[in-house]
C-alpha cells in the first residue's frame, strides 16, 4: 500500500473571502476540512494563510 503525500497547503485569505464568501450568507469555512475532501489520498500536514493569521497543525 502507497503511503499517504505528505502536503501543505497555503489559502490566499483574500481572494478566499473576495472570490468566495463575501455577500454570502456564508463566512466560516473549515479549510482543514476542506483539504481533506478535496485530497483525500493526501496527509494534510499543516495549512498557512495570508490575509488572517492562520497556521494549523492538522
Do not use: H, Q, R
Amino acid at each position: 500500500m502507497k503511503s499517504p503525500l505528505k502536503t501543505f497547503v497555503y489559502v490566499d485569505g483574500f481572494n478566499l473571502y473576495y472570490g468566495c464568501l463575501k455577500g454570502s450568507a456564508y463566512k466560516w469555512l473549515n479549510i482543514p476540512e476542506l483539504c481533506d475532501k478535496i485530497l483525500p489520498n493526501n496527509k494534510i500536514e499543516k495549512v498557512y494563510g495570508s490575509g488572517f493569521p492562520l497556521v494549523l497543525e492538522v
